[in-house]
T-cell receptor, first 113, second 112 residues
Framework: EAQVTQNPRYLITVTGKKLTVTCSQN?????MSWYRQDPGLGLRQIYY???????DKGDVPEGYKVSRKEKRNFPLILESPSPNQTSLYFC????????????FGPGTRLTVL | LAKTTQPISMDSYEGQEVNITCSHN???????ITWYQQFPSQGPRFIIQ???TKVTNEVASLFIPADRKSSTLSLPRVSLSDTAVYYC?????????????FGKGTMLLVSP
């Protein structure tokens, strides 16, 4: 089944403890992206990647890192999480040249205490 | 990126046709219009995209007038399961659609 998967789906952690949220897609998509969704603020893009080894900042990149060493994987790294990073995170992907329609993962609900 | 404006919420009843209009006065020549649906705590789901005139798929229709300053998502005969937030986005082909800006969307509530 064609899909975008994220792990973990739920995570409670403490301030300063490094964590990684994994994202994987099995559709051979070139483009991948991370979003966070917060009440009243909607969906905001954190980082995106147009292809392997090509990443760029979105609207809210502060406090996050990403890497794209393989086409299928696009992990989101929080080196020192803080409570203001408590949010619902979505990974997304799409093939290049197919317009703006993207496929979203199921989401990761992160709580930083 | 062109800004979009949608109604905050809409109400409907099962079996009715629902039309959600989105305003995008500053749309650029190469911009496409895309609509997404989102259920609570789930990722947005791509519904339909178009450039001009009318596009129809198995889920919805998208009407775009000649000036392209607005678009209307039409959902035929809605059911309770269509209750969701609907987002209108305008994306620029020139940037490879690298950034997608989601607005606040329209909360559609379908009642029995």
């Amino acid at each position: 089944e064609a899909q975008v998967t994220q792990n973990p789906r739920y995570l409670i952690t403490v301030t300063g403890k490094k964590l990684t949220v994994t994202c994987s897609q099995n559709m051979n998509h070139e483009y991948m992206s991370w979003y966070r969704q917060d009440p009243g603020l909607g969906l905001r893009q954190i980082y995106y990647s147009m292809n392997v080894e090509v990443t760029d900042k979105g609207d809210v990149p502060e406090g996050y890192k990403v890497s794209r060493k393989e086409k299928r994987n696009f992990p989101l790294i929080l080196e020192s999480p803080s409570p203001n990073q408590t949010s619902l995170y979505f990974c997304a992907s799409r093939p290049s040249g197919r317009g703006p329609g993207v496929f979203f993962g199921p989401g990761t609900r992160l709580t930083v205490l | 990126l062109a800004k979009t404006t949608q109604p905050i919420s809409m109400d409907s009843y099962e079996g009715q046709e629902v039309n959600i209009t989105c305003s995008h006065n500053n749309i650029a020549t190469n911009d496409y219009i895309t609509w997404y649906q989102q259920f609570p705590s789930q990722g947005p789901r791509f519904i339909i995209q178009g450039y001009k005139t009318k596009v129809t798929n198995e889920v919805a229709s998208l009407f775009i007038p000649a000036d392209r300053k607005s678009s209307t998502l039409s959902l035929p005969r809605v059911s309770l399961s269509d209750t969701a937030v609907y987002y209108c986005l305008v994306g620029t082909m020139n940037s490879g659609y690298s950034t997608l800006t989601f607005g606040k969307g329209t909360m559609l509530l379908v009642s029995p």
